[in-house]
């Protein structure tokens, strides 16, 4: 027995129809279960906020702080620097931007070969926590740019540098973090010799001391 051409018809329609509300109801199961895995977590990992005490002005000195370039291996180190800025006062504090960096300097730094370098900072820089632990905030300083300049050797230095706060040692430690993904880059190179080269990343280590000494949770 054969089916009549409409019948025929009728069933694929119907199949068609069978097909896309299955897919529709797949969907939305996806959808429902997406839903429910972002109300269940963490809080932390979506709120996390942070406090800072007393907050507000703050200065920094440091000893000998050291610029690599790790493409080529030269550095640029400086017997001594200071920074100033900013850190934002209270309770409930988002990480980002949760304080400024609008000053620095850097005293008798020298690169390859012994020559004399001067180190001017450009802009504000951002300091920016991601977490605290053990009275101990990570994160990370972003907007960095610096200029560079020596007997036949310019550059400028751009990007975000790694660092890490300690409460009981009131010290901003600024160092690289391994896979981090915040990297310094140098760029607007004129002269040096190929001492150093545009596009090449580079690393910064240096510990500043704040004052007034702050306690961040």
Known sequence: MQLSTSTKEEQISMRTRLTSLTKVLLAGAAAATAALA??????????????????GSYSGSAGTTTLTDTTTGNALT??????AGTLKSGSGLSGTGIGTITSTSFTSCTGPLGLTFTVKQSGTW??????NSGGVSTGF????????????CSATVTGSADASYSNSTG????????????????????????????GDTSTFNGGFTISPKQTIT
């Open 126 to 131: 951002n300091l920016n926590i991601t977490s």
């Open 171 to 198: 010290v901003l430690t600024v160092k690289p973090v391994s896979g981090s993904g915040h990297t310094l880059t140098v760029s607007g190179v004129s002269g040096c010799l190929g001492l150093i080269n545009n």
């Open 78 to 83: 400086c017997k001594s620097a200071t920074a």
């Open 38 to 55: 972002l109300s269940v977590a963490p809080a932390s990992a979506l709120t996390a906020t942070f406090t800072v005490s007393p907050g």
């Open 141 to 152: 300083i972003s907007s960095v740019k610096a200029s560079l300049s020596g007997p036949l």
